[in-house]
């Protein structure tokens, strides 16, 4: 399965960007996917993930204002990241997995290239 990730950026405190992702390769019966993020010297952490029946799961920091939805038809992703904060600057990588459970706490079987998203004061 390969994932490609695209819509990263540059926007200012309070603004919004929109990350997509499509999955292509051997995907069979469907597979979840989300989104993580890394800061220089953090651990990744998770944003949102989305479950082949669409049921989501965020992170405390993106609830409320991150949403995650997909297309399944396309086997594609989307983050819309709004109210934008200069601590959601980060790398964030487009992630797949056979298990939601697993993609949920961290044990990803896909992991796509990392986009960047800065978010200035």
């Known amino acids: 399965v390969q994932l490609q990730a695209y819509g990263g950026g540059l926007v200012q405190a309070g603004g919004c960007l929109r990350l997509?992702?499509?999955?292509?390769?051997?995907?069979?019966?469907?597979?979840?996917m989300g989104w993580y993020r890394q800061t220089p010297g953090n651990q990744r952490e998770r944003v949102a993930v989305?479950?082949?029946?669409?049921?989501?799961n965020y992170s405390n920091f993106a609830k409320g204002r991150f949403t995650i939805s997909r297309d399944n038809k396309r086997n594609r992703i989307s983050l819309q990241m709004n109210s934008l904060k200069p601590e959601d600057t980060a790398v964030y990588y487009c992630v797949a997995g056979d298990s939601f459970y697993n993609v949920v706490t961290g044990r990803i079987d896909y992991w796509g290239q990392g986009t960047q998203v800065t978010v200035s004061s």
């Open positions: 989305i479950s082949t029946g669409e049921t989501p």
């Open positions: 997509s992702c499509t999955a292509s390769g051997s995907i069979s019966s469907g597979i979840h």
